[in-house]
């Protein structure tokens, strides 16, 4: 708020509107320091919001001449949301960041794993082999649209005076309006936006699509960690702060237990998951207070304070998580090839239907494998032995087709050209 | 989370699970200024909670014969659920409190006003006359049964242990359980919740409910405070902090502007408002987390902690707010009767029909009621002229049964029963 | 709304306010195929609800002798708001019946595995043994909560008239809403309640509290019918429609996949997470609708119609999958148990812990303990061979103290405490 | 979604993968009336989607030669993806036609009514003159960006076989892909997205957005047409459906009401805002659901079918009803002007102010209104008598300076320059 104080002053002395020695002393005295946050937040409690009193605490700072263009021409709202914006602006830097090192993770692993198989899984059902690169590609583009979403979001200044009208600062309203904008490096908006709210409401679904994008690399990084699925896993490396000489009674490891000693808790991904349910909740606080009520709302203002700082600051929470959760990543690409095993090689029953029907026809083809997969299945039988003892099957293919149709490595690359593309992606828009 | 491990160290030491002097040492530490906030929080991280941290920072302060039943056989969401609804139990004494107040407040206005006649809107219509006390009396059904209704929310603790099935307290759970409640006043539940969230979520949407009906009575405040009604008014009289000397460049008064000297803005309701809008968004959080995973859930829990703290705190501060209106509402019974003469009588048109319909038949009657309210529209001439000039409704009804139906004060006053109806629940209630 | 109009001309016929000729009339009049749907609902566009179109329509087939006491003293709203309560009374009753059966099952699942091992899970890790019957007797507590909860939520009828003073009815007016409430079996409120909306929101959130419950149930299911964890699988029954001679292409089986022989995906626990998450929306839309404008709201009642229908309807949705889910649910106990031993038997390491404790105090117990697990972990071998292995800890335990700490089954049974408290109350409150 | 089964084939027969003679019997057969909708949907349950049911009867309608070939390569949610995106395509076109109507109907009203003077209202009190173009200019604002950000949303095709790797389609999937997407006229993706759900969730949040700006219109037009302040009024013009000979018993007019003559309810605006209500539940639902697990979610994406759907719908309706609004908007200069008068000139004492802090100070300037506003508030009096007759404003402000700075139009002009600004933007974006 301090700043867009400042902003005002110095561009209305562009301007010629108040006097340069002014809004040099302004400037001076726009220090959060001197200010009592909490008589500020108590005094504003007669207002519904705390411009006034600051301004009034502002002013005191000031000498007569230089006090008497506090605020000028400028009303509450113009200042809580220019610096709502100003906030936006610094937070949504350290947000970018972290996506930026959450999508350089995803390509790594994509890149790295691109020919690493694992179970692709639908319904929580093993369903065909895949890569883990290849679903790594797809946090990959997850990630990078929202971020990209998010990076287009407009920040804009907000100056528009008591009714919205720049009408106190007469002919020189536009001038100011850009001069404020450039002096923040906020977008100039055609309009000031008092009621009009789609910016801030653009902002936090910006924000609730990047959370949610962060959430599903964090609950298929904490569906993977499973016990029974092992495939992935958090690390366990000790934080500094944790690291003390008397382990008895309290956690030592990062995602450990000391009462149980096996587990490796996904504690990063719990967290990101947190963080984004709790941006859904601000996001729609933001959401419902796109309709205000003529030229400044009774409420639905003032509840989107708090919305937009938990919506900015949980968005980077799961960023933060996220990243934290991709760096310390540990992939066990052993175990994901012995998953792909636990249905007897019933996973790839589909490519091997693909290769009959193009001797067979589909409805022939899809019986004949069908019948062999519930033999394997009832038997406990590995389906290779199912198929290789059908003799429909065996007169149209060799032992060596049904070998290749099964081959779990050739299957999962299939996967390879669409993690190129995701990565060219990457490396284009980076 | 402190009260809640001395209590659980209490309960055991009944129990003879624990020495009694092991647990007279624990809550001699128990003590919230002892420990340090900020590396909790720190520390937290890498547990996803702040429990392990503070089990180890409690037992670094007691000596090992005491130290080492820290905690005995519980799990940190054990601390966490139970030191949750030890907030909740303190803080709904505070909001019960400002409910309290609020309905007296209902009450009164209900019974100063129960015939003082005032525009029903429907719509934001004026549709025909009421009374403030009838418009009082329904902001007080709405804010008692919200109340009751957060009152009947029960709050119980919490103790399972490590799955939930307090196993490492051995046969000795249920006991330790019961003394857990007792000792802190909480219910005591059939079964550890961890993953059954039904009370949490229940509270939180008593806590919507509160707030929405808290929201219903500041709506109507706002909109009988415009300019252009100017039925109600919140207090203006100036607070305690804001009072000095220098009233240039800052909030002089409650709800005023001093660039806009008319202005009586109704800040209370405006804060209410903006409150009641955060606890939904909370309350919808708690409700998306019904669904959590097995044992103990990996997100859905912890996004949990700060909207019920949340819900809780907005509660408190829409109620405060309401409380705050209402004790200093100043009600305008003549501008009231004023706005019921804005439509020339119109307002008064239904119970004209309704006296004609009983000699006429309801068809007939409205076809004539119809056609004069539309002259008295066009003309902009009073509705009683119009009634009195049409020969076929004056050959049914004489100028004082016409007189008699266009009796705002009668009119008003068919409210009254209902009225009483309220003022008598809310006697017996209280 | 027929029934409703009906109710009301037979409730104004008991109390002499219409003749007993015209309720009959109008109550032969109120059938349903009598009347256009659509045009009723592009009438209806006019008013912003169909209620004058209805009561026009409904006028026209009587003759004028009953025609004219149709809707006597009523409002729209009064119409809207009854019916929609007789809605929601004749929906409950299905979803209570749902309900019922859905406990009956999580009873008898509790019942029958109360001994069951299986793993406790948390944070999707494994943790310690619990029973199935423990999480069965859970899942009980749970919906039966969420039960009586939605059974407690109280349908009032809604008789307020024009301005909500039942003004239009005179005297007559609290006895036409007493017989109007007790013709629908409905209950009678303290006052019309048009804009104070807190059991319409109550009921809102009773759905959601329930399907919340309901879908813990269901994502439990999909949790452990993963092809990793195979405790559950949903039944596969053919169900009668999807039987056909013709298998080539399409669902053969329920939650099989033709060309994914292997999946059992579960179907039924899907359609009730998705039918939870659309109660929640919809619930969020009621909890929104409560700050209502005077005496009937601009806009925010009518967003409750669809609300209210959907959450009544998504809530029956989840509930029937449910019963589906759990009344052809294969439970795979030994799979349960082969789970348990993924760990090497480190999922016990808390109850060897606790012995050890007794005997050295937690933290050396903990220490040795920890060590060990940390040995087992790293070695890939049984955590009781590093246990027998290790002196320090064989000097406190025998062979026997050791095997009895690492006894599943018995570690288990510790929840069967919790199992017969839940059953117990289920049958208490049947 | 039989267009995009249709548009599959083709795709497929153009990429040489099934036969062309095929893909058109396919097209041929792709024909909805052909279907029996309740069938699928009851055979759906068993596969949770109804895509399976559909495939299968698709193909019974076709001989073999062609029948084998439906779906080729395809997975359910592929189909269903797809589908939705299409009804997405189809509905954003009238969308976009309402809402093209709607910044055509406020431009107008901006263009008109530049220079009207109103009153501008914060928190709901009379702040400072506007113009009723201004008013407008920002409806123009709010809406046309977020028509602009609507369109801006990318519809694209899905297409990923069972496990997203188009590994089905072999060599000849990502050119599938390419003509598959040409063909429905939606966007290629970079990868399929089944669990990647942003695109879906940005849509959901650009149509409450859209919502939003229009509920933002909506309400200032309730706000407008209350009977107290008489600004607006909603067209009463009768629709044909309602245009009776029998006015007995049911709504005649739009937004009237036989009992109530003279009420003039702004239905279509309440339509609109019950609508942006659902819109944004349903939004809630989309946001929600983007954490989906691995390739296929359990339940999340089941969530999104109908929410799409609904969202899409009353994104319409409320588009329509505003649209509708403005088409028959009646505007009441008249009463905009007499709603001016209310504060006795107070609504001025900025403009009175800002002209006399030219000469002595704003600190001097405001301490002098203050005082004057003050005393015309107790008195009652004209503000301009209060100013004539204070000495030390005289002092510096001569009559007619004082008369400038009251007058009204004068004022209110101040706004002409930023309406110009958002006309000539309206125009350049057309």
Chains 1, 2, 3, 4 share one sequence.
């Not at 320091?33 to 409690?45: S, Y």
């Not at 600051?54 to 001449?65: F, G, I, M, R, S």
């Not at 691109?114 to 093993?126: E, V």
Request: glycine share 8%; net charge negative; aromatic share 2%.
């Amino acid at each position: 708020m301090l700043d867009t104080e400042a902003a005002l002053a110095a561009a209305e002395a562009k301007a010629g509107v108040v006097p340069g020695a002014a809004a040099e002393a302004i400037a001076g005295a726009c220090q959060a320091e001197r200010f009592d946050l909490e008589a500020l937040g108590r005094e504003g409690r007669a207002a519904a919001n705390p411009v006034p009193a600051l301004v009034k605490a502002l002013t005191a700072e000031l000498p007569d001449e230089a006090g008497r263009f506090v605020h000028w021409g400028a009303t509450s709202q113009d200042v809580m949301d220019t610096a709502a914006m100003l906030v936006a602006q610094r937070t949504l830097r350290i947000v970018d960041r972290e996506l930026g090192s959450v999508v350089a993770s995803c390509a790594g692993l994509a890149e790295r794993h691109r020919a690493t198989p694992m179970a692709g899984r639908t319904l929580l059902q093993q369903a065909l082999p895949i890569t883990f690169g290849f679903k790594a590609s797809l946090w990959l583009a997850g990630v990078a649209e929202a971020r990209e979403r998010l990076a287009g979001v407009e920040l804009a200044a907000q100056l528009g005076g008591a009714a919205g009208t720049l009408a106190s600062l007469g002919s020189q309203g536009l001038t100011v309006l850009a001069l404020f904008a450039e002096q923040l490096d906020l977008a100039e908006p055609t309009l000031p936006s008092h009621t009009v709210r789609g910016r801030v409401a653009d902002l936090g679904s910006g924000l609730a699509l990047t959370a949610g994008a962060l959430e599903k690399v964090a609950l298929d990084v904490t569906l993977l960690s499973q016990t029974e699925v092992g495939e992935l896993a958090e690390s366990s490396e000790e934080s500094d702060a944790a690291h003390r000489a008397e382990p008895a009674a309290g956690a030592k490891r990062r995602g450990g237990s000391s009462t149980l000693p096996h587990k490796r808790n996904p504690v990063g991904s719990v967290r990101a998951i947190a963080c984004a349910r709790r941006v859904r909740g601000e996001a729609s606080i933001l959401l419902a207070a796109m309709a205000q009520e003529h030229e400044r709302a009774a409420g639905a203002w003032h509840a989107e304070w708090e919305a937009l700082a938990g919506a900015l600051a949980y968005t980077g929470g799961a960023a933060a998580a996220v990243r934290e959760v991709l760096d310390g990543l540990e992939v066990r690409a052993a175990r994901m090839r012995e998953n792909l095993e636990l249905t007897g090689g019933l996973v790839l029953a589909e490519p091997v239907s693909i290769a009959l029907r193009e001797r067979l026809g589909r409805s022939d083809a899809h019986r004949l494998i069908e019948a062999a997969a519930r033999r394997a299945l009832a038997a406990g039988r590995p389906f290779r032995d199912e198929l290789l003892d059908d003799e429909e099957i065996r007169s149209e293919l060799s032992e060596a087709e049904i070998d290749r149709a099964l081959d779990v490595d050739r299957h999962a690359s299939e996967a390879a050209a669409l993690v190129e593309r995701a990565l060219r992606r990457y490396r284009e828009r980076r």
